[in-house]
């Protein structure tokens, strides 16, 4: 029997009802259409389908929409400001060439984002040992490890662009 | 000029859609009235299938079709094909067993395609495909590339009993022995190139879209090549003519090579939504992916160098048994024989060369094209066996290499073995990597390593490899079945702006930004203005798609051809405008002018008159729309040296990149950001072969091992460091461009450069992925050995 899942959604309340068993990766693809998310693997090793959930970032495919009832969850359509500015993280990887192919971009850098909220001057190694979890096969992670740097030096110089 | 053209760091155009999630990837695209498909896959490796009963799954909730090899057989679906014959030295066409998209009487490996399940829901899809109920004959398995053609093992296709597929060489046989038999030293060495899973991060997946009302049928799929898929599914499948299949391929999260290939997956979504009438959607699991896209390398290889008393390389034998795995992939053949065997001379002056390569077939996932193709496998057993020389004889593995290398004055070279290099500098790269790498110090930093009780080691690549695939007439005599030339067109819009078709196409590597600098430079439109086309057959002229490094030497050069075509005509038009003649109308950075006047029309200018032709002559046409076909004259050889230093712990064999160098000469480079970027990544896949990656079968019951990402060890951000990687240039005299592609290079030479440093840290010869324990292992064997 389906059950109704509500939460919000980059600032918008949404309400579907889904079979228990959808996860919230394919709530947020199937349901509401935000196919920036993306699923990469089925083992919960790839971080293609990174977001935020109540601000932490979350393995989208890790979790039970259910389990996201009433929560606040922000995607990668919703990182950049409603004029289309680009988020200082989605700005630094343009900037450094920081993506290739684009597959695994969103969770990078929504999984980039909440490093720079638990650190906001992570070493190199930092950078790296925290992306552990999101994997990139163009890169080579060479200019995904500068972008954030970059973005980390640039919202600390403006707190606010990070808001 | 153009500050947004050749040679300038232009930020991709393409960025803004994939970091705002608004990139199209063909899982993001769903059809009105989509159903979707699940397949049914064998569990076993090898077995005879005794019967299919599907009446369970017919009748579960949902399910529209169950469809069997019977039904593709019946409805007259052809299997898929290899477009490479290659004949073995007796004289003996390649033997290729069939490859039916859904498996009729036997399935040949954990994986094949046993029949689909198509329903309303994904979800319905995969629980009626539980409960089809397949009753196998299980047959004895072969897996092991090494024995797989020994006496007494089970024939993968029962037609082919001694599981060859062909027994093919290149080169001078009787001039080698000849060269072997004169030798002062000769270095022997046994090499694995370990099996790889290319990973691109998006899985395949294909919406299959019949329209009735036409007779017509839409592909969207993971492909690299659209037109090649539209080719082989119509000429040689059968689905449908080409006229009536449209293939595209949108935004493509990743080939590598894996996308290159026409799978059963995609043919029985096209063809199945016939049959139901609806559009059948398929994405892969990364489990089906780890199964069932082509696989990597996968050779066990003998080599020998021959050298006079001063290390003066005089002959290089090799033999090598290549792993093709069950059935021959699309381009599957050529990868161990013309991708690999040519290169064999790498960036030295070997006066005899012979090759032997046997192509097996295994209970495995076939084996293809990966990043490299051939050239990596190549370039491992030259730089492997050249440094390996170098500590036999005591010689600096620079200095040998330098004692060998061709010269930058004896081009063009004529190897032994088909190639003809047209240019290079192969010790300006060395030499520079050196400096950046900072060879003077390593026995400091060795004794300083040393003293913490850690082993430093450096290792060299001095790779070369064939791209720009390639003369249609070069590969044509070798086997090939198709030509290889590239298309492009440009249209120019009443309003000034560009449209730009290509028939490569992109997935990763930035052409929508590459080819608008390339058009800003010919014909000063900033890129801005330019909307570069690609992956949809319907839009694009026919075009042999992106792989080998090739989209910018040849795909490029015919939009170069197609530019200088667009000048022509425009100055056609110019001189009508400037009531001028022809002759005198001279065309730079976007401007047309009247030689020795100050009369001036831009393109833009020039274009909008062309789509308001009122007071045009009549044989001026209207109009200023040009394409292109270009046939490259030469492979391309981009080549450089890369040196890798690690550190190993010899308590744990954790071995760590210290500092990795790559030194590249591609040719004259149009973006280099975007080429830096595709050094750093091929570099970290060479780095994954080398390190942490390895397909493994059983050899038992050839059940994949490493079939998820908890199993398969993908490099990870925090196994890498950032590379320093700098340029050197000899411009390609053989296209319009001077270009050499770059996509592959990084992928063909880091495996020996860290191979070779872990060697020479630890002082032990080892296979590849040198893995912690495997370190470890042969540093305690090691101890053993010097302790007895």
């Given amino acids: 029997m389906p059950i109704t899942v509500k939460m919000t959604v980059n600032g918008k309340a949404v309400s579907r009802d889904v079979e228990p068993r959808t996860l919230l990766v394919h709530y947020l693809r199937e349901h509401l259409g935000l196919t920036g998310t993306h699923v990469g693997c089925d083992t919960s090793q790839c971080g293609a389908c990174v977001v935020h959930v109540d601000g932490k970032s979350v393995k989208s495919c890790s979790m039970l929409a259910a389990q996201a009832e009433g929560a606040a969850v922000t995607t990668i359509e919703g990182l950049a400001a409603a004029d289309g500015t680009l988020h200082p993280m989605q700005e630094a990887f343009r900037e450094h060439h920081g993506l290739q192919c684009g597959f695994c971009t969103p969770g990078m850098v929504m999984s980039a984002v909440d490093l720079l909220q638990v650190n906001a001057s992570p070493s190199e190694r930092e950078v790296r040992e925290w992306l552990e979890g999101n994997l990139c096969r163009c890169t080579g992670y060479h200019n995904i490890v500068k972008a954030v740097l970059d973005a980390a030096d640039k919202m600390r110089a403006t707190p606010q662009a990070a808001e | ?788």
């Fill in chain 2, 1 to 788: 000029m153009s500050t947004d053209g050749i040679g300038a760091r232009v930020r991709r155009k393409e960025d803004y859609r994939f970091l705002t999630g608004n990139g199209h990837y063909v899982d993001d695209i769903n059809r009105p009235g989509q159903a979707y498909a699940a397949f049914v896959r064998s569990p076993l490796a090898h077995a005879r299938i005794r019967s299919i009963d599907t009446g369970a799954a017919s009748a579960a909730p949902g399910v529209l079709a169950v469809l069997t090899g019977d039904d593709a057989k019946a409805d007259g679906i052809g299997g898929l094909i290899c477009g490479w014959m290659i004949t073995s030295k007796d004289g003996s066409p390649m033997k290729a067993g069939g490859h039916p998209v859904l498996a009729q009487d036997k399935v040949r490996y954990v994986g094949d395609h046993v029949a689909v399940v198509v329903a309303e829901t994904l979800d319905q899809a995969r629980d009626a495909a539980e409960l089809v109920d397949v009753d196998y004959e299980e047959l004895g398995v072969v897996a092991s590339t090494a024995t797989a053609r020994a006496a007494g093992q089970p024939a993968v296709h029962d037609e082919i009993s001694d599981n060859t597929c062909y027994e093919w060489e290149l080169g001078d046989k009787a001039a080698t022995d000849v060269a072997f038999s004169g030798a002062a030293h000769v270095t022997r060495l046994d090499i694995v190139n370990n099996r790889l899973i290319p990973n691109a991060m998006e899985p395949r997946a294909a919406i299959g879209d019949y329209d009735r009302g036409s007779d017509s049928f839409t592909l969207y799929t993971t492909s690299q090549n659209p037109h090649v898929h539209r080719l082989v599914l119509s000429a040689f499948v059968g689905i449908a003519p080409e006229h009536k299949l449209r293939v595209v391929a949108p935004d493509v999260g990743g080939g590598f090579g894996s996308k290159i290939f026409i799978y059963a997956e995609e043919t029985v979504c096209l063809w199945a939504s016939k049959r139901v009438r609806r559009p059948v959607k398929w994405t892969a699991e990364r489990a089906e992916s780890f199964l069932s896209d082509a696989h990597g390398r996968d050779h066990v290889t003998k080599a020998e160098l021959a050298m006079d008393a001063n290390g003066k390389f005089l002959g290089l034998r090799v033999h090598t048994i290549a792993n093709l795995g069950a059935y021959l992939s699309t381009f599957a053949s050529c990868v161990p024989t013309y991708l690999y065997a040519p290169l064999l001379s790498g960036q030295y002056k070997i006066p005899a060369i012979y090759a032997e390569v046997d192509g097996v077939y295994t209970n495995t996932a076939p084996v293809d094209a990966y990043r490299g193709a051939g050239r990596p496998e190549a370039t491992y057993v030259v730089e492997r066996i050249v440094e390996t020389a170098a500590r036999e004889m005591g010689i600096d593995p620079a200095e040998l290499r330098r004692r060998n290398f061709i010269g930058p004055d004896e081009y063009p070279y004529q190897t032994p073995v088909i190639m003809t290099y047209d240019c290079g500098d192969y010790n300006a790269s060395l030499t520079k990597a050196m400096e950046l790498a900072d060879y003077g110090g390593l026995a400091a930093r060795k004794a300083e390593a040393r003293a913490r009780a850690k082993l430093r080691g450096v290792g060299f690549s001095c790779y070369i490899e064939a791209c720009g695939i390639a003369p249609s007439a070069a590969v044509g005599s070798l086997g090939a079945g198709v030509g290889l030339w590239e298309s492009g067109s440009i249209r120019f819009n009443p309003t000034g702006n560009v449209i730009v078709n290509t028939g490569s196409h992109s997935h990763g590597q930035g052409h929508e930004t590459t080819f608008a600098q390339l058009i800003s430079s010919h014909l000063g439109v900033p890129t801005d203005q330019v909307e570069v086309v690609h992956g949809d057959t319907d839009k694009t002229p026919f075009g042999m798609g992106t792989y080998g490094s090739r989209s910018l030497a040849v795909g490029g050069s015919a939009l170069v051809k197609a530019a200088e075509k667009i000048v022509a005509k425009g100055r056609k038009i110019a001189a009508h405008l400037m009531e001028a003649s022809e002759a005198d109308i001279e065309f730079k950075d976007g401007k047309f002018t009247v030689a020795g006047t100050d009369k001036e029309k831009s393109i833009q200018e020039v274009a909008f008159a062309a789509y308001v032709p009122h007071n045009f002559p009549p044989d001026l046409e209207p109009g200023l729309e040009e394409n292109a076909f270009y046939d490259p004259l030469n492979f391309t050889f981009p080549a450089g040296t890369q040196i890798c230093e690690v550190e190993v712990d010899p308590d744990t064999g954790v071995v760590e990149i210290v500092n990795f160098v790559a030194v590249d000469d591609f040719g004259v480079v149009i973006n280099p950001m975007i080429v830096e970027g595709q050094v750093h990544g091929g570099i970290v896949q060479g780095v994954g072969q080398a390190l942490c990656e390895a397909a493994v079968y059983d050899e038992g019951t050839g059940q994949l091992l490493t079939g998820s990402y908890m199993d398969y060890r993908m490099p990870r951000a925090d196994d890498v460091p950032s590379f320093k990687v700098d340029m050197t240039v000899t411009p390609n005299p053989s296209n319009p461009l001077g270009v050499k592609g770059c996509g592959e290079a990084g992928a063909i030479a880091a495996p020996a450069a860290v191979m070779n440093a872990v060697i020479d840290a630890i002082g032990a010869d080892l296979q590849m992925p040198a893995t912690a324990e495997r370190v470890w292992q042969a540093l305690q064997a090691g101890t053993k050995m010097a302790a007895e």
